[in-house]
């Protein structure tokens, strides 16, 4: 097999999105969004084969990859071919990380020649969406009390609203402003990168296919939302979710209007993972997710 690299750009959205659709894992690194959004921060490459793609990851000086796109009934053969890849073409062992549930049982790897190793950090939260549009019942009071406190607070002055590629500039200029009044302490600069990736993905905008939204308050946007949506599970991926963080109940309130506004026909919401932040995590876990997808680390021994 000759293996030719491939860059992850825009122009070959159309054209490797459909290996995106041969498996349905829940997970957002299946969702095509997803690739471009951190395809700077791992310096992504992919290898395309009349199966499926396999990745190449490098961060520093690691070299990775991640669950490969294909079928279930071929994702034995692509594990296998990557594995070559590392060790024959690369010189290196395998590290296969974000590998979801399923796939650790389609591959039944044997624990003599693999370390496989749950990883918290990035295990993706699942929400009932129905829930998250209403925010009823108890669980959700005092998320409720927030919303209620920002309507009353700016009545008359707030507007919820999709956006589209032209609206960009004051996305940019958003996140610019919240970057620099934002410190989070994050060893892999991961919330950096994050931003950057949005940057791409906004330049890009009109290639790729998202859903934004933006909550406005005396016609300045405060807070923005992108997302992608899988019709085959019904589930809406929020990638983004960015907002002013000294007014009350922006958070819950634009969590609450995307979903409503962008996502109605959405069963279910997998609002990604955690990456180990605490503050996060305590966040995605005060909107009661119905499910933790699991995923793992396959490195090789």
């Known amino acids: 097999m000759k293996y030719e690299l491939h860059e992850v750009i825009p122009e070959d959205y159309e054209e ?10 829940w997970t957002c690194e299946n969702i095509i969004l997803d690739a471009y959004l951190w395809k ?17 990851y490098r961060n520093k000086d690691e070299l990775f990859t991640c669950t490969p796109l294909a079928a279930n009934e071929d994702l034995r053969e692509s594990f296998e071919l990557t594995q070559k890849y590392f060790n024959e073409e690369l010189g290196v062992k395998l590290h296969m990380y974000l590998v979801d549930e399923e796939a650790i049982e389609i591959l039944n790897l044997s624990e003599d020649k693999y370390i496989i190793e749950e990883d918290r950090d990035y295990f993706d939260y699942i929400y009932d969406a129905e829930k998250l549009r209403n925010l009823s019942g108890k669980k959700y009071h005092k998320k409720k009390n927030h919303v209620n406190a920002f309507k009353k607070e700016y ?13 960009n500039g004051q996305v940019r200029e958003f996140l610019d402003n919240w970057i620099k009044e934002r410190q ?14 949005i940057y791409y993905i906004l330049d890009n905008c009109h290639m790729l296919k998202m859903r934004m939204g933006g ?27 960015k907002a002013n963080p000294n007014i009350r109940g922006l958070y819950p309130f634009i969590n ?46």
């Open 16 to 25: 490797i999105k459909k290996y995106f659709k041969l498996r349905n894992p």
């Open 40 to 56: 700077n921060y791992y310096d992504a490459r992919y290898i395309k084969y009349e199966k499926g793609i396999i990745w190449i």
């Open 155 to 167: 009545e008359g002055r707030y507007e919820f609203r999709l956006m589209c590629c032209m609206e």
């Open 184 to 197: 989070i302490e994050d060893e892999y600069n991961r919330v950096d990168a994050e931003a950057e990736g």
């Open 215 to 241: 909550v406005f308050i005396d016609g300045k946007l405060e807070a923005f939302s992108i997302g992608s949506y899988s019709s085959t599970e019904r589930m809406a991926y929020i990638h983004v979710e």
């Open 256 to 301: 609450m209007e995307f979903l409503r506004q962008g996502f109605e026909d959405a069963l279910y919401v997998n609002r990604e993972d955690d990456m180990g932040l605490e503050g996060l995590r305590k966040a995605k876990l005060s909107y009661h997710p119905i499910k933790l997808v699991k995923k793992y680390n396959i490195i090789e021994k």
